[in-house]
């Protein structure tokens, strides 16, 4: 079974896109959300593998949301990948304290990257 993924964003062109991409490399777009309050409702019922939050969700922090799916979901911290459109080195301060596996450029995001990230690579 393949690779199986949520995305929070609060940009909908953003996850078209994103949606395009990783269905091209045969990632499975379980869900997606705007907002930290969707993400939470829909994250239960997704079963995702992989969860992809947006650290700037418009007037929310997508840091908060690490922090909630942390401890008001199962979904493991090692599942979580920051997305976003600034450089790593710009916010690595900001995202050393989230429980999340990996930051990642949204210009970078790939199945193959999403997997490594997974694999601890």
Same mark, same amino acid.
């Given at each position: ?5 949520? +995305?929070? %964003? /609060? ?6 896109? @994103? ?19 969707? @993400?939470?409702?829909?994250?239960? %019922?997704?079963?995702? /593998? !992989?969860?992809? !939050? ?14 909630? +799916? ?21 916010? +690595? ?14 210009? @970078? ?13």
């Amino acid at each position: 079974m393949g690779l199986r993924c949520f +995305i929070v %964003d /609060d940009s909908t062109d953003f996850l078209d896109a @994103a949606r395009s991409r990783l269905e091209s490399d045969g990632v499975t777009v379980v869900g997606v959300a705007s907002t930290i309050d969707e @993400a939470l409702a829909r994250l239960a %019922d997704a079963e995702a /593998d !992989v969860v992809l !939050v947006d650290v700037n969700l418009g007037s929310e922090s997508g840091l908060d949301l690490a922090r909630r +799916i942390q401890t008001e979901t199962t979904v493991d911290p090692a599942q979580v990948v920051l997305i976003s459109t600034h450089a790593a080195e710009d916010l +690595i301060d900001l995202v050393e304290s989230v429980p999340a596996a990996a930051l990642l450029s949204k210009t @970078a995001l790939s199945g193959v990257a999403l997997r490594r990230i997974l694999d601890g690579r």
